[in-house]
């Protein structure tokens, strides 16, 4: 990977796994600074500008859904949140408070790269002028993504989607006109790459098409690319 891929700062009190994931992420050409007290961070993001925060939400003084509240009434700068918990209590809550997206710890540095990579390109998808995003919500035209609430709606018609349906489409529509191969999906999907054989993705794709009526035969909307993957076309829905 390049080297000056961005700075991400990282709040999170456990010495061991800040050590950990700062150690990853530099290796992979990221800037990255580590905060371990909560009342630091707002002050210290606000300083720093980085182009993503980390944020833990079990913390020294504020936790980080309310880091994450407070933040959100001053900048749109994409966060990640880290959670011990495995049910969906702060999944949630942290989506409703404004993150961008969520992992659970114990923290699998390669999921994690992935998220911040795709967070990354979507926060530089704004030159994609008709491309909406606000919080945990998207749109492009007549398609309109609700990550929180888990909803689709098309033309204004709320459209059922499936839990990994949705998180390939809305990875889709925040990468907008840019080729993703089959180990970036996967890898956001799964937590681990493309091996070849796993047609996962191909068949979420195939759903996609039908429940966003592209012609299977010659799509229109999510194009197949040949030997590098596939990008979903933003002028068709305009």
Request: net charge negative.
């Amino acid at each position: 990977m390049e080297k000056n891929q961005g700075h991400i700062l990282l709040v999170e009190d456990d010495e061991s796994l800040a050590s950990l994931v700062k150690d990853y992420f530099q290796r992979q050409g990221f800037q990255v600074t580590v905060e371990g007290h909560g009342n630091n961070a707002v002050e210290l993001i606000e300083k720093k500008q980085p182009d993503l925060v980390l944020l833990d939400i079990m913390l020294p003084g504020k936790n980080g859904l309310d880091i994450c509240r407070e933040l959100r009434t001053k900048s749109d700068i994409p966060v990640v949140m880290l959670t011990a918990r495995t049910d969906d209590i702060d999944q949630i809550v942290g989506l409703e408070v404004g993150a961008d997206d969520y992992i659970c710890k114990p923290v699998q540095p390669r999921l994690l790269l992935a998220k911040v990579t795709a967070l990354l390109r979507r926060s530089n998808a704004t030159q994609v002028q008709h491309l909406e995003i606000s919080g945990t919500k998207v749109s492009i035209g007549s398609l309109e993504i609700n990550k929180a609430k888990q909803e689709v709606f098309i033309g204004g018609q709320l459209v059922e989607f499936t839990t990994n349906e949705l998180e390939l489409l809305y990875q889709f529509v925040t990468n907008a006109d840019e080729i993703l191969t089959r180990d970036d999906l996967l890898n956001n999907l799964r937590g681990f790459g493309y091996d070849g054989l796993d047609r996962t993705v191909d068949m979420l794709v195939s759903k996609l098409r039908k429940k966003l009526g592209d012609d299977s035969a010659k799509p229109q909307k999510i194009k197949t690319v040949w030997k590098k993957g596939y990008i979903f076309v933003s002028d068709v829905w305009l």
